[in-house]
């Protein structure tokens, strides 16, 4: 393969009007703020290592401190609850040994004292540490807080099992191996083997017949129209109103789906695992819902500013180097006849840039893209 003549860099100033002329290392244009991407593909809650857990809008963090460990529980003690900077309350002795954290400051402490009667109590307290109910389940392994953050979920077996802390009524539906809320709370869209089941305040609207038998996550978009669920391997995105499948997209070899959220934009933002030769990473992956696909990987360069890589909806690789506020400074994008993917990106000692990825539309090759500190190709196969 000549890969000069097969691919050719240039620089796109249309390309820069497309992301915007700032970019603040992914986080502004598709990430939220408050959420990261972490090694292993699923979102994490951005929190610095001062604190053991935060809400997911960050607003809300915990210290604590961990005393005797076993295999199947450890001891929490001195809980310290802060809002921003600010310290809320405080519990001396913590009733339990995994601690969940609302985006409006409830706090829900799951006690394993009787794991081997496989039971959990969930013990929920307001922002004010306030017990406000305690309730043991059997079987459980689905936990989580709804997003405005006044109801908190727990799967067992059975049930799913929803409990708002204001009522402090529990309302029991269909069991489950993953659910999601859109964000005003009034869809749930709930995931188990083979099916999708929408539910509107409660009511079950509609289903899906997926074929997957482990589903990893779910997401509902931010019009309530728009169900993506994954497994490992395979993405289906499922639009409400017209009760049908939208598009469908299966990674290749060697990337599996990790976690799926809902963007801005009616974008869909996919967490995928890269796992090969020693190699484990976690890519974002971004879809429309016309099944268009982004994958980005961004790193700090050595002044201070970002090297961004990925690949286009039109499969083109491009490279866009920012300062430190995000402003772009060059971009380059890497065109050729078949569809190019990147998702790896180094940084090398002369100051330039190593892109690896993959070639073809059928039958895949391995891409290597090696360029100078301004984005031209010295070296590709």
Same mark, same amino acid.
């Not at 604590?64 to 460990?69: K, L, Q, S």
């Not at 569809?339 to 990825?357: E, H, K, R, W």
């Given at each position: 393969m000549n890969f000069h003549k097969l691919i050719t860099a240039v620089i796109i100033s249309a390309f820069i009007s497309v992301f915007g002329a700032n970019i603040n290392a992914?986080?502004?244009?598709?990430?939220?703020? #408050?959420?990261?991407?972490?090694?292993?593909?699923?979102?994490?809650?951005?929190?610095?290592?001062?604190?053991?857990?935060?809400?997911? #809008?960050?607003?809300?963090?915990?210290?604590?401190? *961990?005393?005797?460990?076993?295999?199947?529980?450890?001891?929490l003690k001195n809980l310290q609850m802060f809002e921003g900077a600010q310290l809320i309350f405080a519990l001396k002795d913590v009733p339990g040994s995994d601690v969940y954290i609302s985006n409006t400051g409830n706090l829900a402490v799951l006690d394993m004292k009787f794991h081997y009667q496989q039971e959990v109590t969930v013990n929920l307290f307001n922002k004010h540490g306030k017990l406000l109910l305690t309730q043991s389940f059997r079987y459980a392994s689905l936990f989580g807080f709804s997003p405005i953050g006044e109801k908190f979920i727990v799967g067992t077996d059975k049930n799913l099992n929803v409990i708002d802390l204001s009522s402090k009524k529990t309302t029991t539906l269909e069991s489950c191996s993953q659910f999601a809320f859109s964000n005003d709370e009034q869809l749930l869209a709930t995931a188990k083997e083979g099916e999708v089941k929408v539910y509107e305040d409660y009511l079950s609207i509609t289903h899906f017949n997926t074929g997957f038998t482990y589903p990893r996550g779910i997401a509902v978009s931010n019009n309530k129209d728009v169900i993506s669920v994954v497994d490992k391997n395979h993405l289906k995105v499922y639009s409400v109103g017209q009760n049908e499948l939208t598009f469908e997209n299966n990674l290749p070899e060697y990337f599996s789906y990790r976690d799926i959220r809902a963007g801005n934009d009616d974008r869909i933002l996919a967490g995928v695992h890269y796992r090969n030769n020693g190699i484990s990473k976690g890519i974002l992956h971004v879809y429309n819902l016309d099944g268009n696909e982004y994958a980005f990987e961004f790193k700090e360069t050595i002044d201070g500013g970002f090297i961004i890589a990925g690949y286009t909806e039109t499969k083109n690789i491009f490279l866009i180097k920012t300062d430190s506020v995000g402003t772009v400074q060059w971009a380059k994008r890497f065109?050729?006849?078949?569809?190019?993917?990147?998702?790896?990106? #180094?940084?090398?000692?002369?100051?330039?840039? *190593? *892109?690896?990825?993959r070639i073809g539309d059928y039958n895949y090759d391995a891409l290597i893209i090696r360029t100078d500190e301004r984005g031209n190709i010295i070296l590709g196969k």
């Open positions: 992914q986080k502004s244009s598709y990430l939220p703020e #408050n959420l990261t991407l972490s090694f292993n593909g699923t979102f994490q809650p951005i929190s610095t290592s001062e604190y053991r857990v935060s809400s997911e #809008n960050g607003l809300y963090k915990a210290k604590y401190d *961990i005393g005797a460990v076993s295999d199947e529980m450890r001891e065109l050729s006849d078949q569809s190019c993917f990147a998702y790896s990106l #180094n940084l090398c000692s002369d100051g330039g840039f *190593i *892109i690896g990825g």
